[in-house]
């Protein structure tokens, strides 16, 4: 997950921003911010992945803010003047976001966002990744049996646990643990489409309106919230007209 901080002087700005980030399933929203100085307070006590800040605020302005960071996390800018732009890209921006923008322009520079945090990551040593990407320990009565993530088919939410479908197997793994924990371990070919389903967008076998199929005619329904990022998903495979 990528921890996200908002920042925007505008109270609907600033609750858009936040919507949207909500909407994404690798971003969290760390904190919200009215102002570049609340903004730097929260960075003195906590850590943020990357921030998205509007430029145009009083007392400090959201580019002399990223400036007098010493250590700035990732930053996409927002601002209704395209002259900026330019100014923004010079402090290494991520993305510029010129108001009002929708979904998708926000979708473009999340994913980026994503593609720069993982240009940045140490590669582990290769024996090591091996068993820590591809399996994982879940805790089920009273034993710990070993997943391989590659055979989750997918994952449903049940009150305070989940069941942890697999392939092969007629009975789920049930376990007592988060949505978010979850989500946040599994790797990038799984996806969260609903508040109670995470799939393994590799097991998809036909998406049908509000719904996508997995194997063994199991249907599965996609979120209002979710249905956005999904379908710029499916746009990124889909081959026709």
């Given at each position: 997950m990528i921890r996200c901080l908002a920042i925007d002087d505008e109270p609907l700005a600033l609750q858009q921003l936040v919507a949207?980030?909500?909407?994404?399933?690798?971003?969290?929203?760390?904190?919200?911010?009215?102002?570049?100085?609340?903004?730097?307070?929260?960075?003195?006590?906590?850590?943020?992945?990357?921030?998205?800040?509007?430029?145009?605020?009083?007392?400090?302005?959201?580019?002399?803010f990223v400036k007098s960071l010493a250590v700035p996390p990732l930053v996409v800018f927002t601002t209704a003047y395209s002259e900026y732009a330019v100014e923004g890209f010079r402090v290494n921006a991520v993305d510029y976001l010129l108001k009002p923008f929708g979904l998708q322009d926000f979708l473009r520079a999340a994913n980026r966002l994503r593609e720069r945090l993982e240009s940045k990551a140490p590669v582990a040593d290769a024996s090591a990744s091996n068993t820590q990407d591809d399996t994982l320990f879940l805790k089920t009565d009273y034993r710990i049996v070993k997943v391989n993530i590659p055979d989750i088919r997918y994952v449903e939410a049940m009150s305070e646990y989940l069941?942890?479908?697999?392939?092969?197997?007629?009975?789920?793994?049930?376990t007592l643990l988060s949505m978010k924990k979850m989500e946040e371990r599994l790797p990038d070919y799984f996806m969260r489409i609903h508040?109670?389903?995470?799939?393994?967008?590799?097991?998809?076998?036909?998406?049908?309106?509000?719904?996508?199929?997995?194997?063994?005619?199991?249907?599965?329904?996609?979120?209002?919230?979710?249905?956005?990022?999904?379908?710029?998903?499916?746009?990124t495979k889909f081959l026709g007209k």
């Open positions: 949207y980030i909500r909407k994404v399933p690798f971003l969290e929203l760390a904190a919200q911010c009215s102002s570049a100085l609340e903004a730097r307070a929260f960075l003195e006590r906590d850590t943020a992945d990357a921030i998205f800040c509007d430029i145009n605020m009083p007392d400090l302005n959201g580019m002399d069941k942890v479908w697999t392939e092969g197997e007629a009975k789920p793994i049930i508040r109670s389903y995470i799939v393994n967008l590799t097991k998809i076998q036909e998406v049908n309106k509000n719904r996508v199929i997995m194997a063994a005619d199991t249907a599965l329904p996609i979120g209002d919230l979710y249905r956005e990022t999904f379908q710029t998903y499916l746009n």
